[in-house]
């Protein structure tokens, strides 16, 4: 035997010593490998998938928000496509007139009319409805019940005052609220992001002069000043929006503020520095993604706060039009219809709902930036 087999010999002898000392078997000395190495994103996505709850909140949120986007093609008085005498029509896209399905008008058809239905129903003719046959404005003028009607097959969650479709106005409702809440949440995250940094890295006179400006803005009465300026202005969300957008960004602000202040001393920073980076290129390129931490985990509790915001400005009458399906104004609706139930607690339902769903995910996401467990696997 030569010597360098009597080598190897001795070197897989004193590795199997080596595994039984440590209580591994021989056979399975070669099973133990070490793990790959993650990045610090791929470490948070773990930790965030392993938060059940919040992981399963966001892909509840997440096909709910898709669903609503096609709201149209789900919930609407008018079918998605219809086939008349051998031609196809397109109810979603264009009006037609009553007079093109054998009525006697030019009027844009009512397809709720008994009579059109008919028609639709006769052999060559068909049609296909949204599984929910109504849009969140629509008055049914054939309904056999008065308003506001009690869940049944012909409204699954009943109607309000108005004769409107419940479950189409939660449906519509939730997508306006979802997507105020988003606008919102970005238009006071840019601000808060760019107030806050500012702060931090300059610190000095900039710092002090805006602190105090945010102290004195944060304030002012917000809720006077919706009440002075929806006296003024004619209800929209565009107005609401702006009005909001004024004040949502001064809590985020703080946050990064402090990341800077933090940052800014590091040796990363001193290092730029060094090599001559502006301060731009520094701010943005290397402190702000070190500092969005704070950013990331406040995105669902600004959008929670935001959906309550305007929810409750509905109540009041203060938020969107009238003619704008919205969530506070059921609940106005079921606060005044004490004995149609059905309308204040499926809304109060859709709020519950939502709100829960963002708390959830936020809870995930602290869970999952939470610096103390960087290092978990």
Do not use: C
Not at 222 to 249: C, D, K, N, R
Not at 263 to 268: A, E, F, K, T
Not at 292 to 314: E, K
Request: proline share 6%.
């Amino acid at each position: 035997m030569s010597d360098e087999t009597v080598g190897r010999v001795a070197t897989r002898q004193a590795d199997d010593e080596q595994s039984e000392a440590v209580g591994l078997k021989p056979d399975l000395r070669n099973a133990v490998q070490p793990l790959p190495s993650m990045s610090p994103n791929q470490q948070r996505w773990r930790r965030f998938r392993q938060h059940r709850l919040g992981y399963a909140s966001l892909l509840i949120f997440s096909f709910l928000f898709v669903l609503s986007l096609f709201s149209e093609v789900l919930s609407n008085d008018r079918p998605m496509l219809v086939s008349y005498q051998g031609t196809m029509y397109f109810p979603l896209l264009r009006d037609y007139p009553e007079a093109t399905f054998g009525g006697d008008f030019q009027t844009p058809a009512d397809y709720l009319d008994p009579y059109i239905r008919e028609q639709f129903s006769r052999p060559g003719n068909w049609a296909i409805y949204p599984l929910n046959p109504y849009r969140y404005d629509t008055l049914n003028y054939f309904a056999t019940q008065p308003n506001p009607a009690a869940p049944g097959a012909q409204n699954w969650l009943g109607t309000d005052d108005r004769g409107r479709d419940v479950l189409a106005r939660a449906l519509y409702g939730f997508r306006v609220s979802v997507l105020f809440g988003m606008a919102l949440t970005v238009i006071g995250v840019l601000l808060g992001v760019m107030a806050g940094a500012l702060q931090g890295y300059f610190g000095g006179r900039v710092d002090l002069y805006l602190q105090r400006f945010s102290e004195v803005w944060g304030s002012l009465p917000e809720l006077y000043l919706l009440l002075i300026f929806a006296s003024f202005f004619q209800p929209s969300i565009t107005l609401l929006l702006i009005l909001l957008s004024l004040f949502g960004w001064l809590g985020l602000a703080d946050y990064v503020r402090a990341e800077f202040l933090r940052n800014r001393q590091l040796d990363y920073v001193r290092a730029a520095r060094a090599l001559g980076l502006g301060n731009r290129q520094i701010m943005w390129r290397h402190i702000l993604p070190n500092s969005l931490t704070p950013v990331i985990t406040f995105l669902p509790f600004r959008m929670s706060v935001s959906i309550t915001a305007l929810t409750s400005l509905d109540f009041l009458g203060l938020g969107v039009p009238p003619s704008t399906p919205s969530l506070g104004e059921l609940l106005a609706q079921g606060k005044d219809n004490l004995d149609a139930w059905w309308i204040g607690l499926s809304a109060f339902a859709v709020l519950f709902v939502t709100l829960l769903l963002l708390v959830f995910i936020g809870e995930a996401l602290r869970d999952a930036f939470d610096t103390r467990k960087s290092g978990g696997r």
